[in-house]
C-alpha cells in the first residue's frame, strides 16, 4: 500500500455487483420486485363512508297519511273527519259482530249513529253505544229456537234493520244534535248528555226485559189488567224480565259513569227514568198498539216513544235536583247572612 501510493499507481476497481439475471443451470426464477403496499397507522381508525339512500316517494306518502290520520284520530274535541274515519275502522275491525246482529241496511243506520255520536260526545259516547248493542244482541240471541217455535222471536234471527236503530236512536240522536250545535249553550250541554245516556238506558233495559221475559218468565201479566196472558203478548210483564232489565239498566249506567258520561247522581236518575219509561212504554203497549186507529204504533214507533220518555224525564229529575239544589243553596246563604247580622248587632 506504501509503496502504491510511492509510485502512484491507483488501486484496481471493485468487482461490480453480480447480476440478478438467472443462471442458465438455475431452476428457480427469479421474482419480480413490487411497490411497497403503506401499512395503515393500527392507531387510527379506518374510515368508512356508507352512502344513505333517500326513501322513496311512495313510501313518504304512505307514512305522511298514516301520520295524519292518527293525528284526525286523536283530535279532541272530535270533528266530522275524525268520526267518520273512527267509524270506518271500527266497523271494519268489527264486522263479524254486527253482521251477526244487524242487516246490511241496519248497519248502514248504525254507521249513521256511530258518525253522529262520536262527533258530538267522543270515544266514550261510542262507547256507551257499543255496550248496549253487544249486550242487546246476546240477550236476543238467547233461546232463539224456543222462542221461534212459540213465534215470539225477533225477525231475522234477531237481526235488526234501519227502522229497530232509528227507533232504538232517536232520542240519543236528537240530544246528539242539541249537543253539537250547542243549543241552550254550554249550560245544557251536560244536560243533553245525560238524556243521550238515559236514552240507551231504557232502550236497553226494555229489550233485555222484553227478551228474558220471553225466554225465562214463567208468568205474564198484561200490565193494565194484571191478567195472565202468553209471553210475548204487547204490554206484558213478568217478574224474570222486569229484574233482569232493571239490572241492565243499572249496568249500563255504571258504564256510562266508568267513561265518565255521568256522574253517580246522573246514574241513578238514568236506572229511575229508564223504569218509569218502560212502564208508560208498556202501558202504551197494552191499551193502543194493535188496536182500531192506532195501526201505526208498530214496535218501532213505540221504541222511539220509549226512550223518548227516558231521556226527557232524566232531563227534567236533572233540572228539578238542580232546581232544588239551587234553592236550597239560597236559603241557606240568606239564613247565614241575617245570623250574621243578627251576631254583629248584639256585639253593637
Request: hydrophobic share 45%.
Amino acid at each position: 500500500m506504501v509503496l502504491s501510493t510511492i509510485l502512484h499507481i491507483k488501486p484496481p476497481p471493485p468487482p461490480p455487483f453480480p447480476s440478478l439475471k438467472p443462471h442458465p443451470s438455475s431452476s428457480f426464477p427469479i421474482l419480480p420486485t413490487k411497490t411497497p403496499i403503506p401499512i395503515q397507522n393500527p392507531t387510527k381508525p379506518l374510515k368508512t363512508h356508507f352512502t344513505m339512500q333517500r326513501p322513496s316517494h311512495a313510501s313518504t306518502t304512505v307514512h305522511s297519511a298514516v301520520s295524519d290520520a292518527v293525528t284526525l284520530i286523536q283530535s279532541s274535541p272530535a270533528t266530522w273527519q275524525s268520526a267518520i274515519l273512527c267509524n270506518l275502522l271500527i266497523f271494519l275491525l268489527g264486522s263479524p259482530i254486527l253482521v251477526s246482529g244487524l242487516s246490511l241496511s241496519g248497519i248502514a243506520a248504525a254507521f249513521l249513529l256511530g258518525t253522529l255520536t262520536w262527533r258530538a260526545f267522543g270515544p266514550p259516547g261510542f262507547l256507551l253505544v257499543a255496550t248496549y248493542f253487544v249486550i242487546g244482541t246476546a240477550v236476543t240471541k238467547v233461546r232463539m229456537a224456543q222462542k221461534e217455535a212459540e213465534g215470539v222471536a225477533e225477525k231475522r234471527k234477531g237481526r235488526r234493520g234501519p227502522g229497530s236503530v232509528i227507533g232504538s236512536s232517536a232520542a240519543g240522536c236528537i240530544c246528539a244534535f242539541l249537543t253539537i250545535f250547542l243549543v241552550g249553550g254550554k249550560a245544557y250541554s251536560r244536560l243533553w248528555q245525560l238524556g243521550f245516556v238515559a236514552s240507551f238506558c231504557t232502550k236497553l233495559s226494555d229489550t233485555v226485559s222484553s227478551e228474558v221475559g220471553k225466554a225465562y218468565g214463567k208468568t205474564t201479566y198484561l200490565v193494565t189488567t194484571l191478567k195472565v196472558v202468553p209471553r210475548g203478548t204487547e204490554g206484558a210483564v213478568s217478574l224474570e224480565g222486569t229484574l233482569a232489565g232493571l239490572l241492565a239498566s243499572v249496568l249500563l249506567a255504571f258504564v256510562g259513569c266508568l267513561i265518565g258520561q255521568i256522574n253517580g247522581p246522573e246514574a241513578v236518575i238514568c236506572v229511575i227514568a229508564s223504569q218509569i219509561a218502560n212502564v208508560g212504554e208498556s202501558i202504551i203497549g197494552a191499551a193502543l198498539q194493535d188496536k182500531e186507529g192506532f195501526r201505526w204504533l208498530n214496535n218501532d214507533a213505540v221504541n222511539v216513544i220509549n226512550i223518548s220518555m227516558g231521556s226527557i224525564f232524566a232531563v227534567l229529575m236533572q233540572q228539578a235536583l238542580l232546581q232544588n239544589l239551587r234553592h236550597t243553596a239560597t236559603s241557606t246563604s240568606i239564613f247565614t247572612r241575617r245570623e250574621n247580622r243578627k251576631s254583629r248587632e248584639m256585639g253593637l
